[in-house]
Nanobody, 122 residues
């Protein structure tokens, strides 16, 4: 069993930065971890994922060049550094964990955090 807790969301102006954290319990460091987001009235969408070792990372096109996912297994924490934020990045951001290979879809994940709100003003 893994429990995930996100933090670091908030209100930021367009062009600003935020760093989200996902603190995990249990054998969290053994899992692929992903970040997803969900805006009002929209489906949950993939943002980024990282392998258990941190050697491999994956990004949605919307995140490439602006967001960086990383992890510190000694702290059982995964981060999402978000730079050059845009109003369209406004959403609730969730972290999730999986042993599987379907890192690109919410259906591939077994454990979810409660989410943290990110609001980008124009």
């Amino acid at each position: 069993q893994v429990q995930l807790v996100e933090s670091g969301g908030g209100l930021v102006q367009a062009g600003g930065s935020l760093r989200l954290s996902c603190a995990g319990s249990g054998r969290f460091s053994n899992y692929v971890t992903g970040w997803f987001r969900q805006a009002p009235g929209k489906e949950r969408e993939f943002v980024a994922a990282i392998s258990w070792s941190g050697d491999s990372t994956y990004y949605a096109d919307s995140a490439k060049g602006r967001f960086t996912i990383s992890r510190d297994n000694a702290k059982n924490t995964v981060y999402l550094q978000m730079n050059s934020l845009k109003p369209e990045d406004t959403a609730v951001y969730y972290c999730a964990a999986t042993y599987g290979r379907r890192w690109y879809t919410p259906r591939g994940y077994d454990y979810w955090g409660q989410g943290t709100q990110v609001t980008v003003s124009s």
